[in-house]
């Protein structure tokens, strides 16, 4: 399973952008999807999760409210979508997926990354006015 993101760019504060996520190698029927990002000099941390199913869907409190991930129906992307976009959201943007097991809704709503073993090559995103 191959992971590649696409969509970062550079917005204006207040702009809004769509960061899709396209799987090759393998359909994403079976997995936990992933989205994680990483700001210059600080962790990656996780943003929000979505199970195979689609029916337990987890964000972080930052991310609740601005963010919203979806699947596509092609069940080969994802998609993350990010209004009202901030300064302090510039970022390296991940997608990351993994196969659903038992506890994928404990790992899920972690946002445990070691839980992920698949993951993408990350796009940029830079807010700036």
């Known amino acids: 399973l191959h992971l590649v993101e696409s969509g970062g760019g550079l917005v204006q504060p207040g702009e809004s952008l769509r960061l899709s996520c396209t799987a090759s190698g393998a359909t994403l029927d079976y997995h936990t999807i992933g989205w994680f990002r990483q700001a210059p000099g600080k962790e990656r941390e996780g943003i929000s999760c979505?199970?195979?199913?689609?029916?337990?869907?987890s964000y972080s409190d930052f991310a609740k409210g601005r963010f919203a991930i979806s699947r596509g129906s092609a069940k080969r992307t994802f998609d993350l979508q990010i209004n009202n976009l901030k300064p302090e959201d510039t970022a390296v943007y991940y997608c990351?997926?993994?196969?659903?097991?038992?506890?994928?809704?404990?790992?899920?709503?972690?946002?445990?990354?070691?839980?992920?073993?698949?993951w993408g090559q990350g796009t940029q995103v830079t807010v700036s006015s």
């Open positions: 979505m199970t195979s199913s689609g029916h337990y869907i």
């Open positions: 990351a997926a993994a196969v659903d097991d038992v506890q994928t809704i404990n790992w899920c709503s972690l946002m445990s990354e070691p839980s992920y073993d698949n």
